[in-house]
């Protein structure tokens, strides 16, 4: 599976089917986590989507672009279903190593009500 695949299969099965635990079989058990709000390691990434998934149950990512450059991917995405009915521009970043995420940064954005241009974030 090549790694364009692999990241659709981990946002379907984890993100979107709220499936926490999926989380095992994508990613390395000493999963190197850059969010401060998620802790150090696989079970630490189950164990907070398993949580934000009880709270907010119509959470949704959608992928807007993959660009994937050797050992490296970044995901354009749209959150919806968030708390307060608003949506996010969300941007992650992995590292694979032996064909597992190793490793993962991201940028949020919250999508203004009243945009300054017609331009799309997507």
Known sequence: MSHDEWIRAFYEEVFNRHD???????MRADYIQHNPGVGQGRD???????????KVPQFHLEIKRIIVQDDMAAVHLRASGLPDGSESVVCDFY????????????????????????????
């Open 20 to 26: 926490a635990q999926a989380a095992a079989k994508y």
């Open 95 to 122: 590292r694979f190593e032996d064909g597992l995420l190793a490793e993962h940064w991201d940028v949020l954005m919250p999508i203004p009500k009243d945009l300054e241009n017609k331009d799309s974030l997507f």
């Open 44 to 54: 630490a990434f189950i164990a907070a989507f398993t949580e934000k998934f009880k």
